[in-house]
């Protein structure tokens, strides 16, 4: 059975930063896609940042460029996302999906077949 479990969000200043993490099982050494998404309260879902385990690619959405950087841990089936320069339109429940094959990174969000439950961040100004 696979599963993604997120943890890591919480409240923070803006400029602040948060570090995210997603601990995955159940889909072995399959090549696979795993990725953040977000979604805010009354707006539509929004691909923040992928990592290939195929070519070891990744890909972020341009309003975090810079700021967020999305990097995995084989050993602890884990992937991350470490936030900084947090803005108030960061706000968002992120959810981690996971896309099985061997395709890069990219702004995956119905390809995704599993994903977890979320976790909340909340940037006040």
């Known amino acids: 059975e696979v599963q993604l479990v997120e943890s890591g969000g919480g409240l923070v200043q803006a400029g602040g930063s948060l570090k995210l993490s997603c601990k995955t099982s159940g889909f072995g050494f399959d090549d696979h896609v795993i990725g953040w998404y977000r979604q805010a309260p009354g707006k539509g879902r929004e691909a923040v940042a992928s990592?290939?385990?195929?070519?070891?690619?990744?890909w972020y959405l341009d309003s975090v460029k810079g700021r967020f950087t999305i990097s995995s841990d084989s050993l602890k089936s884990t992937v991350y996302l470490l936030m900084n320069t947090l803005k108030p339109e960061d706000t968002a429940r992120y959810y981690c999906?996971?896309?099985?094959?061997?395709?890069?990174?990219?702004?995956?969000?119905?390809?995704?077949?599993?994903w977890g439950q979320g976790t909340p961040v909340t940037v006040s100004s």
């Open positions: 999906g996971v896309r099985l094959g061997t395709v890069p990174a990219g702004p995956y969000l119905t390809e995704y077949k599993y």
């Open positions: 990592i290939s385990s195929s070519d070891g690619s990744k």
